[in-house]
């Protein structure tokens, strides 16, 4: 519509929220957001004349209905009024067609109008639809969009097309009270004062600089993704909760929506797993000071964010009081902007203030639909409507109060959102129930959630042989298979007979020494035939074993002796300089061995049993010493027993042993396949250091199970291509130890296309392992790698702070029950009752139940039975890992990293394996490790350590560079990509290349020998100040200064980093088409964020645009220069220049 149209009544400004619904409408102009669409059945004698007349008489009469938006060469978008406007009226006739055939063709037909969108420059934006079905059925759509109304509108409408008709019908026009123009709400937002609500808006927000994470979803805190598409789910709660909540509400002289509001506000605090969360909330935004404006029709609602605190020690009732009073003191300031609210925070620009909005719908279009109307009944209502947000709650009161989750499908499943529903009912079922209960006392789980967490995932008995120990269980073996090999060394070889011979002959000798059950032995050995002897003896003399690594430094063994007290060491001689000074009595399993010899080969008679320790291993502690785990007979077995069940050993199977005994990996290498009759084929150190000569051994001794680390495995493959094909017989792969990235789960399938791979989790806390995941070659390729489900006899919880179950996908600690736990920490009674906990889930007991949710024909307290359902036998402990994991939807759990790996930096709470995972999608990186470290001046930065091939970062056609100028290159292009993929928060600071990285002895990374980065460590940013170079560039920058209100800009400087946002965004656009004379799509501001590749795309100087992903990541310019700017754009505005009207 041409502003010098004579058709044109009348042309004012949009208002704030008028102006972020145009964003996200031109932004994304093919999509259905703000599309609103409802429909219903009508069915008697429908005079179709007077029903059109009707709808007609209310656009003549309501001005915003008569309405089109211009922006196009506009500083500001503006809506204009037209004169005269004619219903877009439509009447199609289906009576021909079968009722099945048109249940279908409505579905098309409302998807088809709703994607068909509107030309938002030209009026009517609304369409209606009327389909004859029969001759007195007929459905009617009403379209439109959300630009002109909002929901408080719609009531009004109806009451007056419905007054119309019935007039029409009797051949008279009602004579209605002339309706307040929207012109007059438009007016009056401009004589609000900004400067009362900004310090409002400043004081609520104080200290909250992150926005609150929906952790049930993907993650995404980008702009939005141009193919979104959006779905909804809903319950309605029964007629007696519906009654309950009203009744609670009143007695407690609160409203049904603060019940909702609080109850969402718990969600969120458990989703996120903070205390301090926000979401947006619509308000009628209806001020009374504006007369008659209760019967206003035009969008008047506005976005505002609701900051709730959840203290977990406070009680529902005052809380929910204290919420309320907020949203009272908030509705003084209602008319605020929600994007200038959003700059007035302490969150930064490129991120939203809030992903989830709650919308109570207290608005009676259902009612005012099904009023009898002229023998018309109205039936089957239907509406549809699509906000920008990845997730809506609507609450819509009635009988029966309904709940409706509509969410953006690319971040959310339905089986996510249906549990979501249900969680808010239980909420407020809570509420109802126990109005005077804590906050962290209320319910959040449905019982059927529960019931799969804690009962049907953790059903894991199992037949194992509890009572017997690991050196009995060798016994026994020794009896089928005596003269099979048991144990190969570079050349030697024991059969079972021998071995068994000769761990009873030094068995007895312990004995002699004192060696009974719970008394200390050490073992001071490299991995040799006297290793496996002397473990065995250990544990036939009843003793457990310590192993003190040799290789380890002097201070940490003298530790491990003092800690321990072994009151008896096992050692060769060739090892004794090594050894500190002790008091132990020592065993030289050399040179003491024609001693030994003389013992007697028998079996002994021992006292031993299955809870007696096995070994202590020493582990890393946080405080720097090691802290000794006493691992148990009945954990090792119950995990043997786990393995041979599911993965049973074939006939001709050989094992590898190559790991430190220093690490509880060992205990299944060497006592696994031993208890089985398989032989196993013990790697020293010096082979396993050279890769080459590893994969020979492992071919040269048909290996045909391997244990490893994930950075071992990715070494190996690493060193040959063809690596199935030099180890044909190795079918079965094991990871554990640390996290198994996707990156080489997919490097393994790709080079060992045949080969299963099993990722075991587990500590020695557990008895090395307690979780699997088996991904077998034709097994789809996995997005995420999961730690899978609990092994036989374990149970596993994920629990919030408060140790209360976490939801299906919502990140929690990992807590470990069962057979596996180690009795605790050797001299460490504290550490031990701080990391072994009362198990409060034992002897569970929850009741059957209908775990369908509540209907409107179903109470949820009738679907109880008496029965009772008891847990799977569980310890009477836990172990508390100190790893987040959280549970996916099929049962299997996902391994998130150490809770202490999670770093908050400037109030962002960052998860360094996030940054890790996107830096190993780049082909030029081998592997990846991201640290917080303080720099110099003692702040936190993030710094990337990345191992790659260097050549790789040179192209052909590119001449080759010294090596410094290569890493300049690789450290640009990884921190370009981590701009593309993360927030700026996420993206390190920092670039360290490595050859490799720095490994312990049990091939984790030794992050304390990572080093600290140096200048050349630092990403190319572009200069603090740019000029512009051309007059395309001037020009810009100069559009871009008026609108940002600062001095000096830069050709590479960032729009959004300058202060940006999406309604300055409309407004440099409409400048730019109208001073360069051609049109170009709002999307491109965003693809083309910094003058200098915006004017290139501008002024198509070059053949070929630069890409979105270049463009959007040449947004580098220097804090220092970001901050001076920002200083000079808040001088001009407290010198009272004009401000932009921002809006959602």
Same mark, same amino acid.
């Given at each position: 519509?041409?502003?010098?149209?004579?058709?044109?009544?009348?042309?004012?400004?949009?208002?704030?929220?008028?102006?972020?619904?145009?964003?996200?409408?031109?932004y994304?102009?093919?999509?259905?957001v703000?599309?609103?669409?409802?429909?219903?059945e009508?069915?008697?004698?429908?005079?179709?004349?007077?029903?059109?007349?009707?709808?007609?008489?209310?656009?003549?009469?309501?001005?915003?209905?008569?309405t089109a938006?211009?922006?196009?060469?506009?500083?500001?978008?503006?809506?204009?009024?037209?004169?005269?406007?004619?219903?877009?009226?439509?009447?199609?006739?289906?009576?021909?067609?079968?009722?099945?055939?048109?249940?279908?063709?409505?579905?098309?037909?409302?998807?088809?109008?709703?994607?068909?969108?509107?030309?938002?420059?030209?009026?009517?934006?609304?369409?209606?639809?009327?389909?004859k079905?029969?001759?007195t059925?007929?459905?009617?759509?009403?379209?439109?969009?959300?630009?002109?109304?909002?929901?408080?509108?719609?009531?009004?409408?109806?009451?007056e097309?419905i007054?119309?008709?019935?007039?029409?019908?009797?051949?008279?026009?009602?004579?209605l009270?002339?309706?307040?123009p929207?012109?007059?709400?438009?007016a009056?937002?401009?004589?609000?004062?900004?400067?009362?609500?900004?310090?409002?808006?400043?004081?609520?927000?104080?200290?909250?600089?992150?926005?609150?994470?929906?952790?049930?979803?993907?993650?995404?805190?980008?702009?939005p993704?141009?193919?979104?598409?959006?779905?909804?789910q809903e319950i309605?709660?029964?007629?007696?909760?519906?009654?309950?909540?009203?009744?609670?509400?009143?007695?407690?002289h609160?409203?049904?929506?603060?019940?909702?509001?609080g109850?969402?506000?718990?969600?969120?605090s458990?989703?996120?797993?903070q205390?301090?969360?926000?979401?947006?909330?619509?308000?009628?935004?209806?001020?009374?000071a504006?007369?008659?404006?209760e019967?206003m029709?035009?969008?008047?609602?506005?976005?505002?964010?609701? !900051?709730?605190?959840? =203290?977990?020690?406070?009680? #529902? +009732?005052?809380?929910?009081?204290?919420? /309320? $009073?907020? *949203?009272?003191?908030?509705?003084?300031?209602?008319?605020?902007?929600?994007?200038?609210?959003?700059?007035?925070?302490?969150?930064?620009?490129?991120?939203?203030?809030?992903?989830?909005?709650?919308?109570?719908?207290?608005?009676?279009?259902?009612?005012?639909?099904?009023?009898?109307?002229?023998?018309?009944?109205?039936?089957?209502?239907?509406?549809?409507e699509?906000?920008?947000?990845?997730?809506?709650?609507?609450?819509?009161?009635?009988?029966?109060?309904?709940?409706?989750?509509?969410?953006?499908?690319?971040?959310?499943?339905?089986?996510?959102?249906?549990?979501?529903?249900?969680?808010?009912?239980?909420?407020?079922?809570?509420?109802?129930?126990?109005?005077?209960?804590?906050?962290?006392?209320?319910? !959040?789980?449905?019982? =059927?959630?529960?019931?799969? #967490? +804690?009962?049907?995932?953790?059903?894991? /008995? $199992?037949? *194992?042989?509890?009572?017997?120990?690991i050196h009995?269980?060798?016994?026994?073996?020794?009896e089928?298979?005596?003269?099979?090999?048991?144990?190969?060394?570079?050349?030697?070889?024991?059969?079972?007979?021998?071995?068994?011979?000769?761990?009873?002959?030094?068995?007895h000798?312990?004995?002699?020494?004192?060696?009974?059950?719970?008394?200390?032995?050490g073992?001071?050995v490299?991995?040799?035939?006297?290793?496996?002897?002397?473990?065995?003896?250990?544990?036939k003399?009843?003793?457990?074993?310590?192993?003190?690594?040799?290789?380890?430094?002097?201070?940490?063994?003298?530790?491990?002796?003092?800690?321990?007290?072994?009151?008896?060491?096992?050692?060769?001689?060739?090892?004794?300089?090594?050894?500190?000074?002790?008091?132990?009595?020592?065993?030289?399993?050399d040179a003491?061995?024609?001693?030994?010899? /003389?013992?007697?080969?028998e079996?002994?008679?021992?006292?031993?049993?299955?809870?007696?320790?096995?070994?202590?291993?020493?582990?890393?502690?946080?405080?720097?010493?090691?802290?000794?785990?006493?691992?148990?007979?009945?954990?090792?077995?119950n995990?043997?027993?786990?393995?041979?069940?599911?993965?049973?050993?074939?006939?001709?199977?050989?094992?590898?042993?190559k790991?430190?005994?220093?690490?509880?990996?060992?205990?299944?290498?060497?006592?696994?396949p031993?208890?089985?009759?398989?032989?196993?084929?013990?790697?020293?150190?010096?082979?396993?250091?050279?890769p080459?000569?590893?994969?020979?051994?492992?071919?040269?001794?048909?290996?045909?199970?391997?244990v490893?680390?994930?950075?071992?495995?990715?070494?190996?493959l690493?060193?040959?291509?063809?690596?199935?094909?030099?180890?044909?017989?190795?079918?079965?792969?094991?990871?554990?130890?640390?996290?198994?990235?996707v990156?080489?789960?997919?490097?393994?399938?790709?080079?060992?296309?045949?080969?299963t791979?099993?990722?075991?989790?587990?500590?020695?806390?557990?008895?090395?392992?307690?979780?699997?995941y088996?991904?077998?070659?034709?097994?789809?390729?996995?997005?995420?790698?999961?730690?899978?489900?609990?092994?036989?006899?374990?149970?596993?919880?994920?629990l919030?702070?408060h140790?209360?179950?976490?939801p299906?996908?919502?990140?929690?600690?990992?807590?470990?029950?069962?057979?596996?736990?180690?009795?605790?920490?050797?001299?460490?009674?504290?550490?031990?009752?701080?990391?072994?906990?009362?198990?409060?889930?034992?002897?569970l007991?929850?009741?059957?139940?209908?775990?369908?949710?509540?209907?409107?024909?179903?109470?949820?307290?009738?679907?109880?039975?008496?029965?009772?359902?008891?847990?799977?036998?569980s310890?009477?402990?836990?172990y508390?890992?100190?790893?987040?994991?959280?549970?996916?939807?099929?049962?299997?759990?996902?391994?998130l990293?150490?809770?202490?790996?999670?770093v908050?930096?400037?109030?962002?709470r960052?998860?360094?394996?996030?940054?890790?995972?996107?830096?190993?999608?780049?082909?030029?990186?081998?592997?990846?490790?991201?640290?917080?470290?303080?720099?110099?001046?003692?702040?936190?930065?993030?710094?990337?350590?990345?191992?790659s091939?260097?050549?790789?970062?040179?192209?052909?056609?590119?001449p080759?560079?010294?090596?410094?100028?290569?890493?300049?290159i690789a450290?640009?292009?990884?921190?370009?990509?981590?701009?593309?993929?993360?927030p700026n928060?996420m993206?390190?600071?920092?670039?360290?290349?490595?050859?490799?990285?720095?490994?312990?002895?049990?091939?984790?990374?030794?992050?304390?020998?990572?080093?600290?980065?140096?200048?050349?460590?630092?990403?190319?940013?572009?200069?603090?100040?740019?000029?512009?170079?051309?007059?395309?560039?001037q020009?810009?920058?100069?559009?871009?200064?008026?609108?940002?209100?600062?001095?000096?800009?830069?050709?590479?400087?960032?729009?959004f980093?300058?202060?940006?946002?999406?309604?300055?965004?409309?407004?440099?656009?409409?400048?730019?088409?109208?001073?360069?004379?051609?049109?170009?799509?709002?999307?491109?501001?965003f693809?083309?964020?910094?003058?200098?590749?915006?004017?290139?795309?501008?002024?198509q100087?070059q053949?070929?645009q630069?890409?979105s992903?270049?463009?959007?990541?040449?947004?580098?310019?220097?804090?220092?220069?970001?901050?001076?700017r920002?200083q000079v754009?808040?001088?001009?505005?407290?010198?009272?220049?004009?401000?932009?009207?921002?809006?959602?």
């Open positions: 519509m041409s502003l010098k149209n004579k058709n044109i009544e009348d042309v004012y400004p949009l208002s704030p929220m008028q102006q972020g619904m145009l964003f996200h409408s031109l994304d102009p093919a999509s259905d703000y599309v609103t669409q409802l429909s219903c009508l069915q008697g004698e429908l005079n179709v004349s007077a029903f059109a007349q009707a709808w007609q008489q209310v656009v003549n009469r309501h001005s915003v209905l008569r938006f211009v922006w196009e060469k506009l500083e500001k978008p503006l809506q204009i009024v037209g004169r005269h406007v004619k219903l877009d009226w439509e009447e199609q006739d289906w009576q021909s067609v079968p009722p099945i055939e048109q249940k279908e063709r409505l579905e098309n037909l409302l998807d088809a109008n709703r994607k068909r969108g509107f030309e938002l420059s030209k009026a009517p934006l609304m369409r209606l639809i009327l389909i079905l029969a001759e059925h007929y459905h009617f759509v009403w379209s439109h969009h959300h630009l002109l109304l909002d929901g408080w509108s719609l009531p009004i409408i109806v009451k097309v007054a119309y008709y019935e007039g029409f019908c009797q051949g008279q026009i009602p004579e009270k002339l309706p307040c929207y012109r007059n709400y438009i009056w937002l401009q004589q609000q004062d900004m400067s009362q609500a900004k310090a409002f808006w400043r004081e609520k927000f104080k200290g909250f600089t992150a926005p609150t994470p929906l952790e049930v979803g993907q993650a995404s805190l980008r702009f993704n141009l193919e979104e598409n959006y779905d909804e309605k709660l029964s007629i007696a909760l519906t009654a309950a909540l009203k009744s609670l509400a009143q007695q407690q609160l409203t049904l929506n603060t019940l909702i509001q109850a969402w506000g718990l969600l969120l458990c989703y996120s797993t205390d301090d969360v926000v979401f947006g909330a619509t308000v009628s935004g209806r001020p009374s504006l007369l008659n404006v019967s029709v035009g969008l008047l609602i506005n976005t505002l964010p609701i !900051r709730v605190q959840v =203290a977990p020690d406070e009680f #529902l +009732l005052p809380w929910l009081k204290h919420i /309320q $009073a907020q *949203y009272i003191e908030m509705g003084q300031y209602e008319y605020s902007p929600l994007v200038e609210i959003h700059g007035w925070s302490e969150i930064p620009r490129d991120l939203p203030l809030f992903e989830s909005l709650v919308i109570f719908e207290n608005y009676p279009i259902e009612s005012s639909l099904r009023e009898r109307v002229a023998n018309l009944k109205v039936d089957n209502i239907r509406a549809f699509k906000t920008n947000y990845p997730l809506s709650v609507f609450a819509i009161p009635g009988e029966e109060l309904e709940l409706k989750i509509a969410y953006n499908c690319h971040r959310f499943d339905a089986a996510t959102i249906i549990r979501m529903l249900g969680h808010l009912q239980t909420l407020l079922e809570g509420m109802v129930a126990n109005p005077k209960v804590r906050l962290s006392d209320l319910p !959040r789980l449905t019982q =059927a959630e529960r019931h799969q #967490l +804690l009962v049907e995932w953790n059903d894991t /008995q $199992a037949d *194992y042989p509890h009572n017997q120990c009995q269980l060798f016994e026994a073996q020794v089928k298979t005596p003269d099979a090999v048991a144990v190969v060394f570079e050349g030697q070889q024991l059969t079972y007979r021998e071995l068994n011979a000769r761990a009873n002959q030094l068995a000798h312990l004995q002699k020494l004192g060696v009974k059950p719970e008394v200390l032995v073992i001071c490299e991995r040799s035939l006297h290793m496996v002897i002397g473990l065995l003896g250990i544990l003399a009843g003793g457990a074993y310590v192993p003190l690594d040799p290789a380890y430094p002097q201070e940490r063994l003298a530790f491990m002796f003092s800690d321990a007290q072994v009151q008896v060491l096992l050692t060769v001689q060739h090892l004794v300089e090594r050894v500190p000074e002790h008091e132990a009595q020592v065993v030289y399993l003491d061995w024609g001693s030994i010899a /003389q013992e007697s080969q079996n002994l008679v021992s006292s031993s049993t299955a809870n007696n320790l096995a070994y202590v291993i020493y582990t890393s502690g946080s405080t720097g010493k090691p802290k000794g785990v006493l691992g148990l007979h009945q954990g090792a077995v995990r043997f027993h786990w393995m041979w069940e599911t993965y049973p050993f074939e006939a001709e199977e050989v094992c590898c042993q790991t430190s005994l220093n690490f509880v990996d060992s205990v299944w290498e060497i006592f696994g031993l208890l089985q009759g398989v032989r196993i084929v013990i790697v020293s150190d010096q082979v396993l250091k050279d080459q000569q590893f994969v020979e051994t492992l071919a040269d001794n048909a290996v045909t199970r391997l490893l680390v994930p950075s071992l495995l990715r070494v190996l690493d060193t040959a291509s063809d690596l199935q094909k030099r180890l044909p017989k190795l079918k079965l792969w094991v990871t554990s130890g640390e996290a198994l990235s990156d080489l789960l997919q490097k393994f399938r790709q080079i060992m296309s045949h080969r791979l099993l990722n075991l989790y587990g500590s020695s806390e557990v008895s090395a392992d307690v979780t699997c088996s991904i077998s070659p034709q097994d789809k390729a996995p997005s995420h790698v999961s730690i899978g489900r609990p092994i036989a006899n374990t149970q596993i919880y994920v919030d702070r140790l209360k179950p976490a299906i996908g919502v990140p929690g600690e990992l807590y470990v029950g069962g057979a596996g736990l180690a009795r605790g920490y050797l001299n460490r009674p504290e550490m031990t009752a701080e990391r072994f906990i009362p198990n409060p889930f034992n002897d007991e929850l009741p059957i139940v209908d775990f369908r949710l509540a209907d409107s024909n179903q109470n949820s307290e009738s679907c109880e039975t008496n029965a009772q359902f008891r847990s799977p036998k310890s009477v402990r836990l508390k890992t100190g790893d987040l994991v959280r549970y996916l939807p099929d049962g299997n759990l996902e391994f990293g150490r809770i202490d790996n999670q908050k930096l400037r109030g962002f960052i998860e360094l394996g996030e940054i890790e995972a996107v830096l190993g999608q780049h082909p030029g990186v081998r592997e990846a490790v991201v640290l917080a470290r303080e720099d110099e001046s003692g702040n936190q930065q993030l710094v990337a350590y990345v191992v091939d260097l050549e790789q970062w040179v192209s052909e056609a590119m080759l560079k010294k090596r410094h100028e290569v890493q300049a450290i640009s292009e990884l921190h370009r990509l981590l701009k593309q993929k993360l928060y993206v390190p600071s920092a670039f360290v290349m490595l050859e490799a990285l720095p490994l312990l002895p049990n091939g984790k990374v030794d992050h304390r020998a990572l080093p600290m980065p140096d200048e050349r460590s630092r990403p190319e940013l572009e200069a603090a100040y740019q000029a512009p170079r051309t007059e395309v560039e020009t810009i920058a100069t559009i871009w200064q008026e609108v940002l209100h600062v001095e000096e800009i830069g050709i590479h400087d960032n729009f980093e300058l202060g940006g946002h999406s309604l300055l965004l409309v407004q440099v656009h409409g400048k730019l088409q109208k001073t360069f004379q051609r049109d170009f799509p709002l999307v491109g501001m693809q083309y964020p910094t003058i200098s590749y915006l004017a290139q795309y501008l002024s100087e053949s070929k630069p890409s992903s270049q463009s959007s990541n040449r947004s580098g310019s220097r804090t220092d220069s970001i901050n001076r920002k754009r808040q001088k001009h505005r407290a010198a009272g220049k004009p401000k932009s009207t921002p809006s959602q």
